[in-house]
């Protein structure tokens, strides 16, 4: 089992830039793949970014490319993966969910994924 912890949200302005962090603990020993989704009220679970087991591949939405950058750390079995985020518009406000899978590609897919974590929310004002 992997237990996936986010920590990083806020309320920020449009323009504003956070950070988001995902922990994963448990059997952590194998470095998954991993991803972000976000959820606005309302709304379905979107795919957000994706990066593969080693952080060779990545994977953007539309709507975040060249704002939000996914990242990782595989060292001493972590398995941290951040979610820097720039220029923040209103549009991205939601709840933010880390997600990892075995399979040590990249994936868009909520379908795809076996762990999630609790959320982390975003709240950008206008």
């Known amino acids: 089992q992997v237990q996936l912890v986010e920590s990083g949200g806020g309320l920020v302005q449009a323009g504003d830039s956070l950070r988001l962090s995902c922990a994963a603990s448990?059997?952590?020993?194998?470095?998954?793949?991993m991803g972000w989704f976000r959820q606005a009220p309302g709304k379905e679970r979107e795919f957000v970014a994706a990066?593969?087991?080693?952080?060779?591949?990545?994977?953007?939405a539309d709507s975040v490319k060249g704002r939000f950058t996914i990242s990782r750390d595989n060292a001493n079995a972590k398995n941290t993966v951040n979610l820097q985020m720039s220029s923040l518009r209103f549009e991205d406000t939601a709840v933010y969910y880390c997600?990892?899978?075995?399979?040590?590609?990249?994936?868009?897919?909520?379908?795809?994924?076996?762990?999630w974590g609790q959320g982390t929310q975003v709240t950008v004002s206008s």
């Open positions: 997600a990892a899978h075995s399979n040590r590609l990249a994936k868009v897919l909520t379908t795809d994924y076996n762990y």
């Open positions: 448990g059997r952590t020993s194998y470095p998954y793949a």
């Open positions: 990066i593969s087991s080693f952080g060779t591949t990545t994977y953007y």
